[in-house]
């Protein structure tokens, strides 16, 4: 089935220093959308993107849908130790009608 | 305007026992997406309703069901229980399939 492949699957960093994490399918999304989630938390919806090659910002952080549609970029610039988090891809699937999420990327930043 | 809320926050079944969960969506939002989070791992899909009827469901056995009501609210109803049904069951809502989906804070199930 449909299924969307995160990495890097964990990442240290040091404060100050920029993130990127992709998103990768074998299918094509319509919608890509990227969550963080705090432990035992819900997920927060950080951006959306609807069209490819669309590029959005939501302060420091800037996410790009893939012009294949089948990808999808995330970057974090300027690290704080509140991006310590799990960042979730998420996006629902056409013909398996399933709003499926990635595996998740956990982000650790070091101060 | 209030968010996603579920109710309740902890539960804590014995094994063999049924357990409720209880979802209201954003006002205006009619799909209602339910979600397993065991500890530390991803988020799997387990129902998707809308405007009252079931659209899909994971690769969930049969005792994992649920409905959704006139008020687009959703309860999700997990029946003889077990061990490994022990997790985080997130609910979301949106105003359409294809548009963003915002999740409530989760029931912590707790089967013992």
């Known amino acids: 089935g449909q299924q969307l492949n995160q990495s890097p699957q964990s990442m240290f960093i040091q404060e100050g220093e920029d993130v990127s994490m992709n998103c990768t399918s074998s299918?094509?999304?319509?919608?890509w959308l990227w969550y963080k989630q705090d432990p035992g938390e819900g997920p927060v919806l950080l951006i959306a993107?609807?069209?490819?090659?669309e590029l959005t910002s939501n302060g420091r952080l800037t996410a790009q849908f893939g012009i294949t549609r089948k990808d999808s970029f995330l970057n974090i610039s300027a690290s704080i130790p509140s991006d310590v988090g799990i960042y979730f891809c998420?996006?629902?699937?056409?013909?398996?009608?399933?709003?499926?999420f990635g595996t998740g990327t956990r982000l650790k930043v070091l101060a | 305007e209030a968010g996603v809320t579920q109710s309740p926050t902890h539960l804590i079944k014995t094994r063999g026992q049924q357990a409720t969960l209880r979802c209201s969506p954003i006002?205006?939002?009619?799909?209602v997406y339910w979600y397993q989070q065991a500890l530390g791992l991803g988020l799997q899909f387990l129902l998707w309703?809308?405007?009252?009827?079931?659209?899909n469901r994971g690769n969930f056995p049969p005792r994992f069901s649920g409905r959704q009501f006139p008020n687009y609210s959703s309860e999700l109803n997990v029946n003889a229980l077990e061990l490994e049904d022990s997790a985080l069951y997130l609910c979301?809502?949106?105003?359409?399939?294809?548009?963003?989906?915002?999740f409530g804070q989760g029931t912590r199930l707790t089967v013992v």
């Open positions: 006002s205006g939002h009619t799909s």
């Open positions: 299918s094509i999304f319509n919608t």
């Open positions: 979301a809502s949106s105003s359409d399939y294809y548009t963003e989906a915002f």
């Open positions: 993107l609807y069209k490819a090659g």
């Open positions: 309703y809308d405007e009252g009827e079931e659209r």
């Open positions: 998420a996006g629902p699937t056409s013909g398996t009608y399933k709003y499926i």
